[in-house]
């Protein structure tokens, strides 16, 4: 993954420091998904997104195209929501849990955990299946 998040906080003229504040985590842990050492969680990333009023997409370079007027800022993201929506893109796709858990290196039970909104989907697999299917991140979460 090849996040924005360094520009966009140049841009707004924001140290690590500011926005690891803003967003309720410690600079450490801020700074290793700035360098890509660790990946962003999808409840954070969707904070980031709210207070720089950009897309998910734009901020995982799923898209160049940095805001959506569809876009609505949402506080908390719906684990059952997403589950749908993975659900719908599952069958679009005509995948069954195992063919989507092969895709994605896991097991059935970890999409099926995700598709009944037990657990809210990793980054890492929300990114793949976006990018795979050709979905867009922010609907996937329930942001457009």
Partial sequence: MNYNLYSLREYNDLLQKDISKIIGVHERTYSSWETETKIIPLKHLNTLC??????????LNLSKKKKNSNIKKIKELNKKEIGNRIKIIRHDNNLTLRDLAK??????STISAYETGKTLILTAFAYQICKKYKVSLDWLCGRI
């Fill in 50 to 59: 709210n207070y720089y009023n950009v897309s998910m997409d734009y901020v």
């Fill in 103 to 108: 895709v994605l290196n896991t097991t059935s």
